[in-house]
Structure formats: structure tokens, C-alpha cells
């Protein structure tokens, strides 16, 4: 048996389907998973589920082999985005679930997203994982199979916490929505529909070879369509999930990209008027200072935490956060919803939001003080460069300026900030900038790109 160790990454198991991740390393997963579960003394039936890439159903099979063959029953969930797997963790008698997801990678990736309870498996779980595979040592039994249909459950689930949708008027909302021919196209329009929003859909065909554009929200020219609908169509906004629906990109009525960090402004803003100040929002690193303000101003505790979304649901959970969220559009609710990141339950949820205040995305966020900032910056090096870099930018910022280094280093300027962190999922340096002017904006990114050009990276 020869297994890569670098498929085995810090959220998740992802590779290149034929070269680095075959039906073998499937197998031997559900094996090495059911191993772990045995270890930890947890015993009974695991969820299964699958988007909808070409190379998922063979993987199943293989991992679905591999888990019953050490005795574990699976309840197959069929195709589905990764939320209702999550969701069926809470709706079936299961101890754990497997996700078969490439997420935003490219169609020739896939991987899974696994968890043990309701929670992700991660960091060193995963490296666990990994030695019980390779230790080769597994239960053995005759576990059974059986299927469970999610979708329609989920739908109602939704529709009953926050539709049906509609202006104070009456009026209903227009929103167009891209699914990216992504897994998010099995579930989004009958959602959608449910929620008596006129919707406009893009791509819903599933397709998982992506033949549109690629169901990546963070990228500006995957949004594109999405942009263009909303401007021909008069649309209030427009979401668009990624490609197992997970995260969401979202565009105002003007057609004007609203990135994570706004978005989770109108999220903030809302429960912490409902619910009470006070409680703290939790927000990755590479989130704009402007949402810093706007929690303190709305009165909650913002908290910057590690980028991930094993990571900030941890942290949501120790803290006992009724929401967070990523700059990359990983939106976390557990005030009316499960602790998990869904794209799916963002979108009505942000729907709620502007159906109820009567007002458009961009009148609600038009208090908000502009910073400059650019988008989140992929700076190309490979696994060993990324964080031997890293290791040596903490120290040297350290001596010059007040730095935050819960996740890479972010450079705190006075009118600005600088952010490099090492990608847990790519071989990539990721950086992003903001100032109060694009000119300050410009010279705090030549500081911090300088040194990287000093250290032979080139950005």
C-alpha cells in the first residue's frame, strides 16, 4: 500500500484524482476511519455523502468498502452539498460522517471532509488518521448499508427557522443565484422556490466537470455572471455558493462584490440586535478592520481568530459565539442554526435580512468608513518555502511594528495593515492588504512584499 502523506492536510484529505488519491487510498480511509473510531471507543453508524464530480461515485464505493468491512453501517446521503452532510449529523442516528468533496479545487481534485460527532475532524486528527492507515491493523466486521433521502428534510428545516420571505410590503425579493453547476444546483432552486423569493438561477444544471465558470466566490471573474444577471435583471443581490456549497460570494444590487468580511457586518449587526451585546463575533485574519469596528460599534467583542473552518468552529464553539465568519465566505451559525458553514443557509438568512429592513445591501452597509484593501493575494512557492518564510516573518515585523500572530503575521501600520500566512490547503504564501488611501495601501504592500522579494519569493 503506498499512500502520500501530503494529501493528509489540516482540514481535510485532497488530491488529484488518478495520481494521488485512487479508490486504494479511499479504501484504506474508511478503514483507517473506522480504526480511529475504534481506538476512541465509538461505536455505530457513520453518514456518507458526495458532490457531484465525476470521480465521487467510484470513491464511495471504495470508502464505503472500507468502512463496512470493519464492521461500521453507513447511511449513504447520496449527492449533496457538504452542509447537509454536516446537517444530517444532527438529523440521523450517526457517530460521524464522511464528505467526498473537492470543494473550490478544480474538477480533476477530489477529497473528505470527515467528522467524528459533529464535529471536524482536523489538524492532528487527520495525522492520526494517517498512522492508522498505514499501521494496517483494522477492526473487522459486516457493516450494512442503507440510504436516506436529506434534501427535502433540509429544505423544510430551513424554511421553517427563516421563511417564507418578503418585504414589509409584501413585495417579494429578487435575487439571482449562481450555483456554478457545483452541488449547490441539487438544492438551491427548490430552497429558493420554498422561500418565496423571486430568484433568478444561473447554472443549476449539476455538472460537476464545472463547464461555466469555476464555483470559486472569492475569484472576481467567477462572479462575473452573477454580476451581469443582477445589473440586466434589477435584482436586489446576487449570492453565488462554491462548489460544494459551503461558502458564499455575494454582489449587491449595483452589481459591486461584497466580500466575507462585509458580509458578516449585515450577519453581526442583526443578531446582535436580536439577541443582546456583548457576545463575541469571531473573524479569520484576513478580515478588514472595518468589521473590527462595526462589531464594537453594533456591541459585540470582536475576535480575530485562525483562518479555517475547522478552526473557527472550534473556536465558536470554546467561546460560545452566535456567529462567525472567513473572508473566503465561510459563514458559521449556531444563534438559530447548527454551529456549521453553510452557503445554502447564508444566503436565506441574508435574505431575511434585507427582506425585513426594506432596504438594499449597499444602503445597509453605506455607514460603513471605506478602507482600500486588496483581494486575498495567492503568492505561488511550494510547502517547504511557504512556512520556513513564515517562520522568519513573525521576528522580523516583530522589531518594527505591533504585529497579531495568531495565524501568520498581520502588520499592524497605524492607517493600515499587512497580512502573510501560510496556505493549510495549498502550496501558496496568501497575503492582503488595507488602507484608509490607496496610495498608503500601495507603500504598506511594497514594505511587506520587498521582504518576501528579500526572502526569493517573488509575488
Known amino acids: 500500500m503506498s499512500i502520500s502523506p501530503t494529501i493528509f492536510r489540516q482540514y481535510d484529505v485532497r488530491g488529484i484524482v488518478g495520481q494521488d488519491l485512487t479508490e486504494e487510498v479511499a479504501y484504506n480511509l474508511g478503514r483507517g476511519y473506522a480504526t480511529l473510531l475504534a481506538a476512541r471507543g465509538i461505536h455505530g453508524a457513520v453518514a456518507v455523502g458526495r458532490d457531484n464530480r465525476p470521480s465521487g461515485t ?13 464492521g461500521l453501517d453507513v447511511v449513504d446521503i447520496g449527492v449533496v452539498p457538504t452542509p447537509l452532510l454536516y446537517w444530517a449529523l444532527h438529523h440521523e442516528p450517526v457517530v460521524g460522517g464522511i464528505q467526498i468533496t473537492g470543494s473550490h479545487n478544480p474538477p480533476e481534485y477530489n477529497g473528505f471532509k470527515m467528522c467524528v460527532g459533529t ?16 499501521a494496517g491493523t483494522h477492526p473487522t466486521g459486516r457493516g450494512e448499508v442503507r440510504h436516506a433521502e436529506v434534501i427535502d428534510r433540509y429544505v423544510r428545516d430551513i424554511v421553517t427557522r427563516i421563511g417564507p420571505i418578503a418585504h414589509p410590503d409584501g413585495s417579494r425579493v429578487r435575487v439571482v443565484y449562481d450555483c456554478g453547476n457545483g452541488a449547490g444546483a441539487l438544492v438551491a432552486p427548490q430552497l429558493m422556490a420554498a422561500l418565496g423569493v423571486d430568484g433568478v438561477g444561473l447554472f443549476t444544471e449539476s455538472d460537476g ?20 444577471a443582477v445589473r440586466a435583471s434589477g ?7 462554491d462548489g460544494d456549497a459551503d461558502r458564499i460570494g455575494v454582489v449587491d444590487g449595483q452589481g459591486r462584490i461584497i466580500w466575507g468580511d462585509h458580509i458578516l457586518i449585515l450577519y453581526a449587526r442583526d443578531v446582535l440586535a436580536r439577541t443582546g451585546v456583548g457576545q463575541p463575533i469571531i473573524f479569520d485574519v484576513k478580515c478588514s478592520q472595518a468589521l473590527t469596528d462595526a462589531i464594537a460599534l ?11 473552518h475547522s478552526l473557527i468552529k472550534d473556536k465558536m464553539k470554546a467561546m460560545d459565539a452566535p456567529i462567525a465568519g472567513e473572508m473566503s465566505g465561510h459563514m458559521f ?22 427582506a425585513d429592513s426594506g432596504r438594499r445591501i449597499d444602503e445597509l452597509l453605506a455607514d460603513v468608513p471605506p478602507f482600500v484593501a486588496t483581494p486575498e493575494i495567492r503568492i505561488d512557492t511550494d510547502e517547504v518555502t511557504k512556512f520556513a518564510v513564515m517562520s522568519k516573518a513573525v521576528p522580523h515585523f516583530a522589531a ?9 503575521v498581520r502588520v499592524l501600520f497605524g492607517d493600515g495593515w499587512g497580512l502573510l500566512r501560510a496556505s493549510n490547503t495549498q502550496p501558496v504564501i496568501v497575503a492582503r492588504y488595507e488602507a484608509r488611501t490607496a496610495e498608503r495601501l500601495a507603500e504598506i504592500r511594497g514594505v511587506m512584499e520587498d521582504w518576501l522579494q528579500s526572502q526569493g519569493v517573488t509575488p
Open 119 to 134: 464535529g471536524s475532524l482536523h489538524g492532528a486528527d487527520i495525522q492520526t488518521l494517517y498512522r492508522c492507515i498505514v
Open 298 to 308: 453594533a456591541g459585540g467583542t470582536p475576535v480575530m481568530w485562525k483562518t479555517g
Open 58 to 70: 467510484s470513491l464511495r464505493h471504495a470508502l464505503v468498502r472500507g468502512l463496512t468491512e470493519c
Open 400 to 408: 518594527t511594528h505591533e504585529v497579531i500572530d495568531v495565524d501568520g
Open 235 to 241: 435584482a436586489e443581490l446576487g449570492v453565488a455558493f
Open 333 to 354: 451559525f449556531s444563534e438559530g442554526f447548527y454551529g456549521h458553514d453553510d452557503a445554502l443557509y447564508a444566503a436565506a438568512r441574508l435574505l431575511r435580512i434585507v
Open 209 to 228: 466537470t464545472f463547464p461555466n465558470h469555476h464555483p470559486d466566490p472569492t475569484v472576481p471573474e467567477n462572479l462575473a455572471d452573477c454580476i451581469a
